[in-house]
Structure formats: structure tokens, C-alpha cells
């Protein structure tokens, strides 16, 4: 058992120095979502102040946390529905992957996850640095909603990670997985909160948004971080988010299985 779990860690750690390569993408990345959340300040304020201060549920202080927060995150998100295992899969080096002493599935998410913490540091925290200058932004004012948004917050990345890899698994009935990924990308971010708050949303929407994972990776951290919830709705946020992370790895898994089984390479 201790020798898995430090497998895994090392793992996660190989992904975190992966990311740590590509400097300058970050640098880029920075700019660009933080140049679309000055955007989203002018036209979600404008939409509070027409309201007459709040929309959704929300008052300009908590969207200004929903808007920095939210871009904070795209960088450890992955709403674009790309992965390197995708790719494996197409050209058959999965194979490799399934002789080696370590779960598939386990070992791209916990790599992945390790990729996604790092970006964080060059992009999340910056934005959010940038978020609390330009704009008022609502904190929780509970250490238990704190605590249990920083969970959230990894289990957003996680639950993210473990989704993706659900596309990749496509690529072992399907030649080419590049379709899936744009529908994965346009559904996704839409129906995570990425645009505006899912609660801002014609009901039957925001129903069918809650019906999926997508939430889980955006809006429940973020409302838990917007003082949207208190510590009792924090909990219930992070029982759906544990949920959903039982619910996509125990198909991934099985996808995983049913592939290994359907898979063929030059023709064998």
C-alpha cells in the first residue's frame, strides 16, 4: 500500500514538473484570461447594476469573485477535452500503459491532476491577485467554508481530469476522438459556469446543468468560495462533487476494461 501511494505521488509530482516546462504558454494563458475577465467585469456588472444590484443571487462582490475565480481556474480545468492519453490510444502506445504494473486510468488522472496544480501557480493565483485589485471580490466569512472550498477546489480538478479521460476512452471504439472533444468543449464550459453562473440560467437549464458533471469542476467551488452557500450547503456542494468522482471513475473504469478487451493494434 505505501508503495502505490508513493508510485502515485511521484506520478503526480512528474506531471507538476512537466507543466513547470512551459513557462511561456502560462505567461500567455495569463494574459489572455485575464484580458476576457476584464471583459466579463464590464458585462456581468453591468448586468448586476441593471438588475438593481444583485442578478442570479449574486451582488457585484460575488460576482466579481465568480468571474476571477472562474478564469483563475481555466488553466486547471481542462475544458477543451484534449489529453495525451487520447493520443496513446490512437496510435497504440496504450498498449505499453496496460504492461506496466499500474492502474491506466489511475495513473493518467493522477498525472494530469499533477499538471493542473502547477498551473494554478502561474495563472490561478496572479488572476486572483489581479481580481482582487481591480474589483471587490466576497470571501466566506466561515474557516469551515473555507476548508470545504479548498476541497471542492481539488475535487473540481480531479472530477475534470477523470471526465477527460471518458473522451479519451471513446478513442477505443472510434479511429478519430477530435469530434468529441469540440462537442466536450462547447457543452462543457457552457454548462459548468464558465460564461455565467448557472444560477443565472432559465430553470429547465439549470436543471440539466446540475444533471451533469460540469458544475462540479466550476460552480460549486466558486459559489462555496462566493459565499453563495454556508457551511451546511458547502457540505451538500462537496457530497455531489464526491458523487459525480465515484460516478465517472467507476465508468471510466469500465470503459477502460471493455477497451482493453475491444482494442486492436496493426490488425492483432
Excluded: H
Excluded at 34 to 56: D, I, M, P, Q
Excluded at 112 to 120: D, P, R, Y
Excluded at 200 to 208: S, V
Amino acid at each position: 500500500m505505501g508503495a502505490t501511494v508513493r508510485v502515485y505521488g511521484l506520478l503526480l509530482a512528474a506531471g507538476f514538473r512537466r507543466q513547470a516546462t512551459y513557462r511561456l504558454a502560462a505567461l500567455s494563458g495569463l494574459v489572455a484570461n485575464v484580458t476576457f475577465g476584464l471583459l466579463k467585469v464590464a458585462v456581468l456588472f453591468a448586468a448586476v447594476r441593471a438588475a438593481g444590484g444583485e442578478v442570479g443571487g449574486y451582488d457585484q462582490g460575488q460576482m466579481g469573485t465568480y468571474i476571477w475565480l472562474s478564469q483563475a481556474m481555466l488553466g486547471s480545468v481542462n475544458f477543451w477535452g484534449g489529453s495525451d492519453i487520447a493520443e496513446r490510444i490512437k496510435d497504440g502506445q496504450v498498449t505499453v500503459d496496460f504492461l506496466r504494473p499500474l492502474d491506466v486510468q489511475a495513473a493518467t488522472i493522477t498525472t494530469e491532476v499533477g499538471q493542473a496544480l502547477f498551473a494554478f501557480v502561474p495563472r490561478g493565483i496572479p488572476q486572483l491577485l489581479i481580481g482582487t485589485v481591480v474589483v471587490d471580490m466576497t470571501w466566506p466569512g466561515s474557516v469551515a467554508v473555507w476548508v470545504l472550498a479548498v476541497v471542492g477546489l481539488l475535487l473540481a480538478v480531479v472530477i475534470s481530469a477523470a471526465t477527460v479521460y471518458l473522451v479519451a476512452a471513446v478513442g477505443f471504439w472510434l479511429v478519430e476522438t477530435r469530434g468529441v472533444q469540440l462537442v466536450y468543449m462547447v457543452v462543457s464550459g457552457f454548462l459548468a459556469g464558465l460564461f455565467v453562473p448557472i444560477g443565472l440560467f432559465p430553470g429547465w437549464l439549470e436543471l440539466l446543468a446540475q444533471a451533469t458533471p460540469f458544475p462540479s469542476m466550476l460552480m460549486y467551488p466558486v459559489d462555496m468560495l462566493a459565499g453563495q452557500v454556508d457551511a451546511a450547503g458547502a457540505v451538500g456542494l462537496v457530497a455531489v462533487q464526491v458523487g459525480w468522482l465515484v460516478g465517472v471513475g467507476g465508468l471510466g473504469a469500465l470503459l477502460t476494461r471493455a477497451g482493453r478487451r475491444r482494442l486492436e493494434i496493426q490488425g492483432g
